[in-house]
């Protein structure tokens, strides 16, 4: 069992950064891709980035290349999702995901790929 728990949402303004985190419990941390996804109101939840296990191998949503970065620290059992140069069309609730099924070479983008689920944080860019 994995709990994962956001922090870092928050109010910014066109331009700004922003860096939202995600902590997870449990061992098996360190052996799970990780991924962010975003759900804005009336909008299905989408991909915006994911991690291999190691954090080797990445993958950005088009929407949010060359502005975010994923990164995971293993020994903190957390991975963060640092936003540069936001736009309001960012505006959303984020949420973190673990996959502990998938080799430690593959990077999950698809929701069902997902075993575990945080419970989201909110991040607001205001224009």
């Known amino acids: 069992q994995v709990q994962l728990v956001e922090s870092g949402g928050g109010l910014v303004q066109a331009g700004g950064s922003l860096r939202v985190s995600c902590a997870a419990s449990?061992?098996?941390?360190?052996?799970?891709?990780m991924g962010w996804f975003r759900q804005a109101p009336g909008k299905e939840r989408e991909i915006v980035a994911a991690?291999?296990?190691?954090?080797?191998?990445?993958y950005y949503a088009d929407s949010v290349k060359g502005r975010f970065t994923i990164s995971r620290d293993n020994a903190k059992n957390t991975v963060y999702l640092q936003m540069n140069s936001l736009k309001p069309e960012d505006t959303a609730v984020y949420y973190c995901?673990?996959?502990?099924?998938?080799?430690?070479?593959?990077?999950?983008?698809?929701?069902?790929?997902?075993?575990?689920w945080g419970r989201g944080t909110q991040v607001t860019v205001s224009s």
């Open positions: 991690s291999t296990s190691s954090g080797v191998g990445t």
């Open positions: 995901a673990a996959d502990q099924q998938s080799t430690y070479s593959y990077t999950p983008t698809r929701q069902y790929e997902y075993d575990y």
């Open positions: 449990g061992r098996s941390f360190r052996m799970s891709a």
